[in-house]
């Protein structure tokens, strides 16, 4: 390391946490397993749990709900493809935005939930169950319906984590599946892979990597392909789309191509403005414009009814610490509820028990998924995290 990387290690680092942020690092070098498992240092802690973020699926809720709104299947598929682009910078970039730099969400603890609602008059209440239903590894659930439009999704993700020089590699484990009940119609979505780079200065920051697949029972697929600064366009957070229709798979790869042809291409910033081109007319409109598109508040309850499961209430004095950067009282706070936990789970081991899920069941895949899944060229899980809808409705918590 030069002299002056020496000097510009940790430069956004707190000077009473440059000695933890270090011992981070050094932690996350050595680590030859599941990077879960290392405590991060305070200052660079979220005060939201990783169960909150499922709500980034439908913080736009009319955009949530159009494609249950469109007749014609190949607008649909490209509705789902608009929709799932502007979830993207709720989830992976709404932090730096704010806070200057990506923040290290709190590790939910098993049988952690996290519920609300989006309401209005003309959509409707849309609605959001999400759950810690595993934890070694960890893994969340989650489900989000409208049923005045009859439309649900509902998936499951974990992430597995590996350290490259100064990089964190992401993989992302699970899936999300949207489906339209008007027209029957199924559409999976499989999940980015990350990188967290700007880890040696103290200030690290998220960048989508690899593809993704859109498949859906209709025959449309999208391909979603995510670069960084330099690739596409040179600007970061870039990505290009191509929507096509899927065709009978002939013998000759000639005619296989000409039966799948690209209907659409989109092109752009998932963090900022992208455009479509209607490859027939080579026409190109705008396509979605993420600043111009305030994410919309998701409504939960207050803190004193929300049970002591819930995020928001788990979570609470953890997080008046980070608002007031008091190391000392999130230190002490997170500690008593990973300490409660451990001793439950030890306690179960000893009694022969096993955690009893709220909302979610662990399934066999079902066939709508696998074939969907391997059409996409997906890994398909044998068994799936699966919720259940009645179970919630007739549960306390569902009273939003």
């Given at each position: ?85 502007a979830t993207l910078r709720g989830q992976y970039t709404s932090r730096n935005e704010k806070l200057g730099s990506e923040k290290k969400p709190l590790n939910p603890f098993l049988g952690e939930i996290f519920c609300g609602k989006w309401e209005s008059e003309e959509i409707g209440k849309t609605v959001l169950v999400s759950e810690q239903v595993s934890h070694h590894p960890p893994v969340t659930a989650y489900s989000i ?188 706070e997170k500690s008593k509820i990973e300490n409660e936990q451990r001793a439950l789970r030890k306690l179960e081991k000893e009694q022969g028990r096993v955690w009893v899920r709220r909302y979610f069941r662990y399934v066999e895949a079902d066939e709508v998924y696998l074939a969907l899944a391997r059409r996409s060229g997906v890994p398909a899980d044998e068994t799936v995290w699966r919720f259940e809808k009645d179970t ?9």
């Amino acid at each position: 390391m030069s002299k002056q990387d020496k000097q510009e290690a940790g430069s956004a680092v707190p000077a009473q946490q440059k000695g933890p942020w270090m011992t981070f690092l050094k932690s996350l070098a050595s680590c030859k397993g599941d990077l879960s498992s290392i405590t991060a240092p305070p200052f660079i802690l979220s005060a939201t749990s990783l169960t909150e973020y499922s709500q980034f699926w439908a913080e736009h809720p009319s955009l949530f709900i159009a494609p249950a709104k469109e007749a014609d299947a190949e607008k649909r598929a490209v509705a789902v493809l608009r929709w799932f682009i502007a979830t993207l910078r709720g989830q992976y970039t709404s932090r730096n935005e704010k806070l200057g730099s990506e923040k290290k969400p709190l590790n939910p603890f098993l049988g952690e939930i996290f519920c609300g609602k989006w309401e209005s008059e003309e959509i409707g209440k849309t609605v959001l169950v999400s759950e810690q239903v595993s934890h070694h590894p960890p893994v969340t659930a989650y489900s989000i319906y409208n049923d005045k439009f009859g439309i649900e999704l509902q998936g499951y993700n974990g992430q597995k984590a590996s350290i490259s020089t100064a990089t964190i590699n992401v993989r992302q484990l699970g899936h999300a599946i949207l489906y339209i009940r008007e027209y029957d119609e199924y559409h999976f979505i499989s999940l980015p892979a990350l990188h967290i780079e700007g880890l040696f200065y103290g200030a690290p920051y998220v960048e989508l990597e690899q593809s993704i697949t859109i498949e859906s029972t209709s025959g449309y697929r999208s391909i979603v392909d995510f670069s960084g600064k330099g690739y596409f366009s040179g600007k970061k957070n870039t990505f290009k789309a191509k929507l096509f229709k899927e065709g009978k798979k002939p013998k000759k790869q000639a005619a296989a191509e000409a039966a799948s042809k690209v209907l659409y291409t989109v092109t752009g910033q998932w963090s900022d403005k992208s455009s479509i081109r209607e490859e027939a007319t080579k026409k190109e409109t705008p396509f979605w414009e993420a600043l111009e598109h305030p994410r919309e508040q998701l409504i939960v309850k207050p803190l004193d009814e929300q049970a002591e499961y819930e995020s928001r209430r788990a979570w609470s004095k953890v997080a008046e610490g980070v608002e007031v950067i008091d190391y000392e009282k999130i230190h002490i706070e997170k500690s008593k509820i990973e300490n409660e936990q451990r001793a439950l789970r030890k306690l179960e081991k000893e009694q022969g028990r096993v955690w009893v899920r709220r909302y979610f069941r662990y399934v066999e895949a079902d066939e709508v998924y696998l074939a969907l899944a391997r059409r996409s060229g997906v890994p398909a899980d044998e068994t799936v995290w699966r919720f259940e809808k009645d179970t919630w409705e007739a549960s306390k918590d569902s009273a939003l």
